[in-house]
């Protein structure tokens, strides 16, 4: 199923604001306690040591690593050994907080082998995608968007067999309260973000203050318009002249989606689905003015979702919470002690009691 998320009218970007306090923004693969200001989108990461204590570190090729390459995509963590390997989390506003989750892949032939691997990524304890790696050169993003059942957030990489599980960044976006709040239905896996007011250049932070990815795409029969006057989110507008109207309707599959629907002038405007589309081989959108329009219909971007559920519930947290503090104590370093101490349950790790029931949180009954 699919969720639709149309935003119209005059401009996708979002008014920036430099503050990165609900960002948790990790390089894969620099050197432990190295941090670092990106040049390009001024966010500021970190290594991802502190985060995951297995792995190695390596660098792409040079033949890979051009000036079109994002610097975090240049290094990158493997996992030669282990099923299951994780980076744990922990944000400042935890649980029941709603966050963009995505994580970077970029081969580049690190290895020297030309074998492009295959492995599953989990979030906490349920499956949440398969990475095929196709091209030694072309970058894979991961993103979810995701309300935190816990405190703790688990990416695991999970060796299926098919090549050593790697990753490149691992990033953390803490989006507001009244942002995607059809993840009432399940957590939205993005499928697609389009700007379609450029044919060039992803546009991310600072122009879009959550940091969202918007690809650039060029659609058939299509002309640009821009503007550098102020565009308002609201309920504001200004006054067009009056002999020319613009309005027009949109269909999904043939279906009337919404309509007749006149934009407001420098206003921007979000039209969405309300519940999850129909299931379908496949969606095409499509845009029509009516007859009462003297104007062409127009659109900034638009962004696809499909519904992913995750049922298991995690570890609760008061004792997920004391198991870390004795594996930091200690300096605990078992193989399998990552992710989440009991779930899932074939990966429980050795040593720790468990009791699991469906309609709880698993809790910590003996070590």
């Not at 240049?74 to 400042?92: A, D, E, M, Q, V």
């Not at 816990?150 to 090549?163: A, E, F, N």
Request: proline residues 6%; glycine residues 6%.
């Amino acid at each position: 199923m699919l969720i639709l998320l149309a935003l119209v009218l005059t401009s996708l970007l979002v008014n920036a604001q430099d503050d990165q306090s609900g960002f948790i923004s990790i390089d894969c693969g620099i050197v432990e306690g190295s941090t670092y200001t990106d040049n390009v989108t001024n966010i500021n990461y970190v290594s991802d040591a502190d985060f995951i204590d297995s792995g190695e570190i390596h660098n792409i090729l040079p033949i890979y690593n051009s000036f079109r390459v994002d610097t975090q995509l240049t290094t990158l963590r493997s996992f030669p050994r282990n099923t299951r390997n994780c980076y744990t989390l922990k944000p400042t506003q935890g649980k029941g907080n709603r966050y963009l989750i995505r994580a970077r892949f970029m081969y580049g032939n690190y290895d020297f082998k030309g074998q492009l691997p295959e492995f599953d990524v989990y979030l906490g304890p349920d499956y949440w995608d398969t990475i095929r790696v196709n091209s030694s050169e072309k970058p894979i993003n991961m993103e979810i968007i995701h309300v935190l059942s816990s405190d703790y957030i688990h990416v695991c990489l999970i060796d299926t067999g098919r090549g050593t599980p790697f990753i490149s960044a691992l990033e953390l976006r803490l989006l507001a309260g009244n942002m995607y709040k059809e993840t009432d239905f399940g957590s939205l896996d993005l499928f697609a973000r389009v700007n379609f007011g450029s044919t060039f250049g992803t546009v991310r932070y600072e122009a879009d203050k959550y940091d969202r990815l918007w690809s650039p795409i060029r659609w058939p029969n299509s002309t640009y318009n821009y503007t550098l006057d102020k565009v308002y989110t609201g309920l504001f507008t200004t006054i067009d002249p009056p002999e020319e109207k613009r309005e027009f309707n949109i269909y999904l599959n043939g279906n009337l989606s919404y309509g007749p629907f006149s934009p407001l002038n420098h206003t921007t405007t979000t039209i969405l689905s309300t519940e999850p589309e129909i299931v379908a081989p496949k969606y095409i959108l499509t845009i029509n003015k009516t007859k009462n329009s003297t104007l062409p219909p127009i659109i900034n971007a638009i962004e696809l979702y499909t519904l992913k559920q995750f049922p298991q519930n995690q570890t609760y947290d008061q004792d997920a919470a004391a198991l870390w503090s004795i594996k930091s104590t200690y300096k605990i370093n078992k193989r399998n002690w990552q992710g989440d101490p009991c779930a899932p349950q074939e990966f429980v790790w050795e040593g720790i009691g468990c009791s699991n029931n469906d309609s709880e949180f698993p809790r910590i009954v003996s070590l």
